[in-house]
């Protein structure tokens, strides 16, 4: 027969065994809640862990540094009251979202609004976690105030940029305006020196070589007169016609042509010039060939008298 004291230590030893493991529970929950901290304290982010009502249950030094709040973990003061009215719904989407089986993107950017009244860009960073036994949220908080002034400052940069394009782009069509403009009234000023030109040469010039040509006094200049004309017809020419075939043959070759078109004949040609008669031949296969002149039957003095005149 067991004794009423037995009974009783019995029942004692029963109420330790049912109360050891929460203890056991309880002091990991310690121990995991003091590591937290020792670790939260010395982070370069802010870390504030919330309630699922959004209460806010800790916050660390870095966030109370940012936010100028630093007993926020004490007061139980509500997430809502550091978020503006109209993002409050951005944030509220993240932290319901991670409760899901496919949670939504974690990371938002918000305006965090300081002990001090004014508002601090933050990316905040979620995840769900549980806080003395009870699920919780926590937010990572980076001041990326230095990173929007950054972002700002590119994109003053970018718009000084573009205005500043826009302005040369402006000056530069101003200026080829311009210049078409005074290119166009060189041009017109060149043709009508060109045709000044043309007129004293053939009116005034031309005519007194020709007399010169018809006197007998200077026959032996007849060549020279020929080689003076074709140049003096070559200025005169307009730009826009081309180059007349005439003007493209060399000086030697003006030269032999002249004498070809007064009559000279190959031999006469080389003593005239001091020139083999393989050099007067090889002249005129190249007089030939830039006059375009391929009929062999057409006679290439009267043709130089039709062009040289």
């Not at 010039?205 to 003076?228: C, G, M, N, V, Y």
């Not at 009559?263 to 006469?268: K, L, Q, T």
Request: net charge positive; charged share 25%.
């Amino acid at each position: 027969m067991v004794k009423a004291g037995d009974q009783k230590l019995q029942a004692g030893r029963e109420i330790v065994q049912d109360v050891t493991p929460f203890k056991l529970v309880e002091k990991s929950l310690i121990n995991s809640e003091k590591s937290f901290r020792a670790l939260a304290e010395n982070a370069n982010d802010g870390i504030i862990l919330i309630e699922m009502d959004g209460n806010i249950v800790y916050v660390n030094n870095c966030f109370g540094k940012i936010s100028g709040y630093n007993d926020l973990g004490h007061q139980k003061s509500n997430i809502n009251k550091l978020i503006k009215t109209t993002e409050r719904e951005k944030l509220w989407e993240r932290l319901r979202g991670r409760l899901g089986e496919n949670p939504v993107q974690d990371r938002c950017e918000l305006n965090l609004t300081t002990k001090f009244g004014w508002a601090v860009p933050v990316e905040v960073t979620a995840s769900k976690t549980i806080w003395q036994g009870q699920p919780a949220f926590m937010m990572i908080v980076r001041d990326i105030t230095s990173q929007k002034q950054t972002e700002a400052n590119l994109i003053s940069e970018q718009i000084k940029l573009e205005y500043d394009v826009k302005i040369c782009t402006k000056q530069l069509m101003e200026t080829n305006n311009a210049l078409s403009v005074l290119a166009r009234n060189i041009d017109h000023k060149g043709e009508e020196t060109q045709k000044q030109t043309a007129r004293i040469i053939n009116s005034k010039i031309l005519p007194i070589i020709e007399r010169f040509q018809k006197s007998k006094d200077f026959a032996k200049h007849w060549t020279e007169f020929d080689i003076l004309k074709a140049h003096l017809k070559e200025l005169t020419s307009h730009p826009t016609d081309g180059p007349a075939a005439i003007f493209m043959l060399t000086t030697a070759e003006l030269r032999v042509a002249s004498m070809i078109k007064n009559g000279f004949n190959n031999p006469e040609i080389a003593r005239q010039l001091s020139v083999s008669l393989n050099t007067v031949k090889t002249h005129r296969r190249n007089i030939r060939k830039k006059l375009y002149i391929r009929n062999s039957k057409i006679n290439l003095a009267s043709y130089l008298r039709a062009k040289m005149r």
